[in-house]
């Protein structure tokens, strides 16, 4: 336990999810990397190299739109990652509304997300709001399947890059 605790450190069970959430998300990056590393036939760590150049996911996503758009011959492959790519978009906006904020105390069942956004910063600007440790959990196993789909999609790109000329 840590000597100044927040609010979070009551519910130990909320903890571990809102952490699984983050790990969870690394691993879905790490195949974002991979995404990029095929895409642009480079090693892993030049992959990384650029991966790191972006500050935003946002921006590391829109990278990947055009290298999909411009190296993807293949149609319905295309269609595919672009999808994933979208559905990744999504996930980050739930995935910051979860990270970027604060945790205070509900009650024994909850606890509730309060902002942290500048004042007439609306983009982010979100309600207090109750969340359980299962709803947390939720969104980890949706991060997880995400993540499972991009490993899935890299073997298929792997066949179908050999395929193409």
Not at 23 to 40: P, S
Not at 61 to 80: A, E, G, P
Not at 110 to 117: A, V
Request: aromatic letters at 10%.
């Amino acid at each position: 336990m840590v000597k100044f605790p927040l609010p979070i450190d009551t519910d130990p069970e909320f903890a571990a999810a809102l952490g699984r959430l983050i790990a969870y998300w690394g691993n879905l990056e790490f195949n974002l990397i991979h995404l990029r590393q095929i895409l642009l036939d480079i090693d892993n760590t030049k992959a990384r190299f650029i991966y790191q150049g972006f500050f935003s996911i946002r921006a590391k996503i829109t990278l990947l739109k055009r290298l999909n758009h411009f190296y993807i011959l293949d149609n319905t492959l295309k269609k595919d990652i672009a999808e994933l790519l979208k559905e990744t978009e999504n996930r980050n906006e739930i995935r910051n509304s979860f990270v970027h904020v604060t945790w205070t105390h509900g009650s024994q069942s909850h606890m509730l997300r309060s902002e942290t956004s500048l004042p007439g910063y609306s983009k982010f600007k979100k309600p207090l709001k109750k969340f359980t440790a299962q709803q947390v959990q939720k969104e980890v196993e949706d991060i997880a399947k995400l993540s499972l789909a991009f490993q899935n999609l890299i073997l298929r790109l792997l066949g179908v890059l050999e395929e193409q000329p």
